[in-house]
């Protein structure tokens, strides 16, 4: 299905990799559908964990590619750091998603300019934010179709698919973390959380988005 979906994109096509379980299956699943002309990118927030950073070049090295890393913006950021520390973003939801802005959301748009499709590794089930997500949408914020392969898969059937390919994992799963952000902002889960309790866990759950994946 996902190889149809591509062979009818007219436009390059842009993959984003942000260190996750979901990402490796959508990566792999666009590799194997034949997608050899994409740029596939990750958001460099300069707040990742240790893990994540050794799981960019784990990842290179397996698939033999390059992941291209978008920066924030230097002055931007400058301004941001003297506001909020090390810590501030935890602060207030007007600061985190400040921080959000200038780490992801802003070197995202630069991402996607000029592609005419984005591949994620987007789930229906992991939130409620994400609940209504379609395998083939069009993004009217990034003019472009966001191909979200795995929309409608469950977290039991990620893990199956990266066991049985034996695709290389974040070792940050093997430590009770079941979803995977930036380090300040990210903790592992206790058996019976949801999947995204790790994620701004000071926050309400319909406001834990980035502001990535918000039309
Ligand atoms: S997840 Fe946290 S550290 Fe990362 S960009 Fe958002 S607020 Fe900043």
């Known amino acids: 299905m996902l190889s149809r979906i591509l062979r009818l994109i007219n436009g390059k096509i842009a993959l984003s990799f942000s260190y996750q379980t979901e990402d490796i299956v959508a990566l792999d699943l666009a590799l194997k559908a034949g997608a050899k002309d994409i740029e596939i990118f990750a958001l460099d927030t300069l707040k ?9 070049k784990a990842v290179e090295s397996f698939y ?14 400058d301004g941001l750091e003297q506001k909020l520390g090390e810590f501030g973003m ?8 400040e921080c959000c802005h200038i780490r ?26 994400r609940s209504a997500i379609q395998i083939v949408e069009f993004d009217e914020k990034y003019a472009l179709f966001k ?6 898969w469950s977290e039991r059937e ?30 592992a889960v206790q058996e019976g959380e949801d999947i995204r309790a790790g994620r701004w866990w000071w926050e309400n759950p319909e406001h834990k988005e ?5 039309k």
Do not use: M
């Open 48 to 56: 990742h964990f240790r893990e994540c950073l050794e799981y960019h």
């Open 64 to 77: 033999g590619v390059k992941i291209k890393r978008y920066k924030p913006n230097r002055s931007s950021l």
């Open 90 to 97: 935890r602060e207030s939801l007007e600061n985190r998603r």
């Open 104 to 129: 992801k959301v802003e070197p995202l748009g630069r991402a996607l300019r000029g592609k005419a499709a984005w591949i994620t590794g987007l789930r229906a089930a992991q939130s409620a934010t």
């Open 147 to 152: 191909i979200n392969p795995i929309a409608s």
């Open 158 to 187: 990620v893990f199956d698919y990266i066991a049985r390919n034996n695709l290389p994992i974040n070792s940050l799963y093997n430590r009770g973390f079941r979803s995977v952000g930036c380090a300040p902002c990210t903790r």
């Open 210 to 214: 980035c502001g990535l994946h918000i």
